[in-house]
């Protein structure tokens, strides 16, 4: 353990995780959060007077080459499959690269990061020199925002989304009242265009939304409301795999898929940054009684 920071607010501690990871550990006056350093992964965030905001699975493979399944992973430089380049692996890599911590801060409020990821030649299809500064303010609320600075001589494209793994009670007890009859593509079937309202957020569902305003999600089983405000995002992806799916996949913990549902601040469709330029988007996540 190495002692990162402490005042009379609260404390940063730098912890293992697995056998070979790093995390960082806050414990403050107004909430507990983890945030892993590989990935530059928010793990765990726990306001003051609430139960934990993200579904982090018990199964989920902490080495490197692998990605989290759970918390926040950032999935960047491109979202799901790469559109030109069959087997590039899916989501990018930045959520399977080390970041540094670059700057923390405890206030009365809550702890502030900054993460940084810096690289050139990282993948085959990202040469690019670029950087990514993730700033984090955990307090009462959650503040987070990706800002892609773009240090080549030329135009970059990249998409990206913030994969939040939200802790439900069931997605059976889950409404999203802000997504009823937006249009959107329903990746399971490929069909483009559709509307409809959900009763629940039972997988499997894998869906694009083109909305970009606030959502709210709402589990009658935890009496709770969780407010996601985006900034600079495009869409919101809706995922969870259903039981069959999840059978199948080794790092979901069994029924692990009846605890949560994914709803991702993304940008699907490609954002340019000019060289020398930067892009940032985010999102404010907090959370409310529904009682
Ligand atoms: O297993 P991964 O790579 O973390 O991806 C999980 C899911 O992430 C979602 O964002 C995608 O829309 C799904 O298609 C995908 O299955």
Redesign the pocket.
Known sequence: MTLIGENNFGRIKQEGLGESLAQLVMEHQSCHARVSLYGGQVLAWQPREQEEVFWLSNSSDYSQGK?IRGGI?LCWPWF?AHPNAEGAG??GFARNVVWQLSNSLITEAGVELELVWQGENQHPQWPFKTKVVQKLVLGETFTQQLTIENQSPDTIEFTG?L?SYFAVSNPAQVTIPNLDNVPFDC?LSEQKGQQDSLENAVGPL?RIYYFDQQMKIVDAGKQRVIHLMPSQVNNW?L?N?GQKTAAGMADVHAGGEQEYV?L?AANTQPLSVASGKSVTFGQVISVTSLS
């Open positions: 990605a992973p799901g899916n989501h989304a994969h990746k894998d992806v995922w795999p994914c991702e």
